[in-house]
């Protein structure tokens, strides 16, 4: 089931940034923060009352001059709509009702999606209550008022999301489907190669509209499995792109990524690695994912002997975080290979929800120490006394050891490696925690 979205829609200076970043902090138990490839924090997965979902900050819509309500604005608010499951709409209290608020509150109306109405600035409810009545005429609902630099009614609004969430029962159990994200850069292929795919396997259960999520996701059934794609290309706008439109791009990606079970992490073979690539390729490796670099148009590149193989080494040169991740080449245009592409995500998903025995793993780890000795400092040797294996997508290993400071980068990707000699992972990153534990505390266990 996916992560419900959240997203806060107001006009400027009405606090939108400073309540999103007291709600994406330590006090409602914060997941994971992830910041979007411009730097910027665009979203944050955060937990209230036992349910996790996504906060987008949507600081970035501005308008272009005093009329409030222009097209860029409009552009920057649907988008954030779309995206939703529900909405905050933040207002300020100081202010009254604007006209921009009314503006903006026919615009959410029409949405259809729940709204949660919220006057910000309330730093004295006592005294500011009399001003909550006005808000009523907005004809959203109960207006919450709240100060988000002091955290004062923060608790009710949280709940009040909460109720609106999409009950779990009203999602599909997409338990039995791998959901596989297209990522990359704009016109590097992703639109063409799901079009292909929908077009040339008729096995198609049916199609979903991005309902939520601006990017349209397709169930797909074929003999290899049941599948659901997501295209990340978004909206294309002719008009002249702005920094804040790319921002929202970007959201788009990162959201799928998150949603996503496998990326296929689409590359240009006539270009070839972009620094653009290499952000997008970076993000799905921090979150986790299992990856698959698919390098698009190779029915463009001349050939010679070796073309192929060097291709390959210079992806990896340029994407060395990667070196887990398969390379396949295709085409989009004629189809070429993209009926192999199933059977390597059948594989990387699997890999990428992998579970190892912990007294097979603490054998690999054992053989490893014995070939290659832990370092050591001042006298101080690193003791590795075990691991477990604690999570999937991607596996992730806790190793118990005697001084974490010890424990190098070059030891841990050594580890890291023989992990991937002797259980193969191709396509997931692997991930391993550090834990101290004292020689008295390991005689104890056995170690």
């Not at 665009?42 to 209230?48: D, F, I, K, R």
């Not at 189809?335 to 059977?343: A, E, T």
């Given at each position: 089931?996916?992560?419900?979205?959240?997203?806060?829609?107001?006009?400027?200076?009405?606090?939108?940034?400073?309540?999103?970043?007291?709600?994406?902090?330590?006090?409602?138990?914060?997941?994971?923060?992830?910041?979007?490839?411009?730097?910027?924090?665009?979203?944050?997965?955060?937990?209230?009352?036992?349910?996790?979902?996504?906060?987008?900050?949507?600081?970035?819509?501005?308008?272009?001059?005093?009329?409030?309500?222009?097209?860029?604005?409009?552009?920057?608010?649907?988008?954030?709509?779309?995206?939703?499951?529900?909405?905050?709409?933040?207002?300020?209290?100081?202010?009254?009702?604007?006209?921009?608020?009314?503006?903006?509150?026919?615009?959410?109306?029409?949405?259809?999606?729940?709204?949660?109405?919220?006057?910000?600035?309330?730093?004295?409810?006592?005294?500011?209550?009399?001003?909550?009545?006005?808000?009523?005429?907005?004809?959203?609902?109960?207006?919450?008022?709240?100060?988000?630099?002091?955290?004062?009614?923060?608790?009710?609004?949280?709940?009040?999301?909460?109720?609106?969430?999409?009950?779990?029962?009203?999602?599909?159990?997409?338990?039995?489907?791998?959901?596989?994200?297209?990522?990359?850069?704009?016109?590097?292929?992703?639109?063409?190669?799901?079009?292909?795919?929908?077009?040339?396997?008729?096995?198609?259960?049916?199609?979903?509209?991005?309902?939520?999520?601006?990017?349209?996701?397709?169930?797909?059934?074929?003999?290899?499995?049941?599948?659901?794609?997501?295209?990340?290309?978004?909206?294309?706008?002719?008009?002249?792109?702005?920094?804040?439109?790319?921002?929202?791009?970007?959201?788009?990606?990162?959201?799928?990524?998150?949603?996503?079970?496998?990326?296929?992490?689409?590359?240009?073979?006539?270009?070839?690695?972009?620094?653009?690539?290499?952000?997008?390729?970076?993000?799905?490796?921090?979150?986790?994912?299992?990856?698959?670099?698919?390098?698009?148009?190779?029915?463009?590149?001349?050939?010679?002997?070796?073309t192929l193989e060097n291709y390959k080494k210079d992806i990896y040169q340029k994407l060395k975080y990667l070196s887990?991740?398969?390379?396949?080449?295709?085409?989009?245009?004629?189809?070429?290979?993209?009926?192999?592409?199933?059977?390597?995500?059948?594989?990387?998903?699997?890999?990428?929800?992998?579970?190892?025995?912990?007294?097979?793993?603490?054998?690999?780890?054992?053989?490893?120490?014995?070939?290659?000795?832990?370092?050591?400092?001042?006298?101080?040797?690193?003791?590795?006394?075990?691991?477990?294996?604690?999570?999937t997508k991607p596996p992730t290993f806790v190793v118990f050891v005697n001084d974490k400071k010890l424990f190098h980068?070059?030891?841990?990707?050594?580890?890291?490696?023989?992990?991937?000699?002797?259980?193969?992972?191709?396509?997931?990153?692997?991930?391993?925690?550090?834990?101290?534990?004292?020689?008295?505390?390991?005689?104890?266990?056995?170690?």
């Open positions: 089931m996916s992560k419900p979205i959240v997203a806060i829609i107001g006009k400027p200076n009405v606090g939108k940034s400073t309540f999103f970043n007291y709600l994406a902090g330590s006090r409602i138990s914060i997941v994971q923060d992830t910041p979007g490839v411009t730097r910027d924090r665009v979203y944050a997965e955060t937990n209230w009352r036992g349910r996790d979902f996504t906060l987008i900050d949507t600081g970035g819509i501005e308008p272009d001059s005093d009329d409030i309500i222009l097209s860029q604005m409009r552009e920057q608010a649907n988008l954030a709509i779309a995206m939703a499951d529900v909405i905050i709409f933040l207002t300020d209290i100081r202010q009254g009702v604007t006209a921009a608020d009314k503006e903006i509150a026919l615009m959410l109306k029409r949405s259809g999606k729940p709204i949660v109405l919220v006057c910000n600035k309330a730093d004295n409810i006592e005294k500011d209550k009399d001003e909550i009545y006005e808000f009523y005429n907005l004809g959203i609902g109960e207006p919450y008022p709240i100060s988000a630099t002091n955290a004062i009614g923060i608790g009710d609004v949280l709940d009040a999301i909460y109720e609106k969430f999409p009950k779990s029962d009203e999602n599909e159990n997409d338990d039995d489907k791998i959901k596989v994200a297209v990522i990359g850069k704009p016109n590097v292929g992703k639109s063409s190669l799901i079009n292909k795919i929908l077009g040339e396997n008729r096995a198609i259960v049916s199609d979903i509209a991005g309902t939520t999520r601006d990017a349209i996701d397709s169930e797909f059934e074929n003999d290899k499995g049941k599948y659901i794609l997501i295209d990340t290309a978004g909206v294309r706008k002719k008009s002249k792109v702005k920094e804040s439109i790319e921002k929202y791009s970007i959201m788009r990606t990162l959201l799928a990524i998150e949603r996503a079970d496998v990326c296929l992490m689409m590359i240009d073979a006539v270009e070839g690695v972009t620094d653009q690539d290499a952000k997008i390729a970076g993000e799905a490796h921090e979150a986790g994912k299992g990856v698959i670099i698919v390098v698009n148009k190779w029915d463009a590149v001349e050939k010679e002997t070796g887990y991740a398969p390379i396949i080449f295709i085409s989009a245009l004629t189809g070429q290979r993209v009926n192999k592409l199933f059977d390597l995500i059948n594989q990387v998903a699997e890999q990428n929800s992998m579970r190892i025995k912990t007294s097979v793993l603490n054998q690999v780890i054992n053989e490893a120490i014995a070939i290659v000795q832990p370092p050591s400092d001042k006298g101080r040797r690193l003791r590795i006394y075990y691991g477990t294996q604690v999570s980068f070059s030891y841990e990707r050594y580890i890291v490696n023989q992990i991937r000699k002797e259980f193969g992972l191709v396509g997931t990153p692997i991930r391993i925690i550090a834990r101290e534990k004292s020689d008295k505390e390991a005689q104890k266990e056995g170690f």
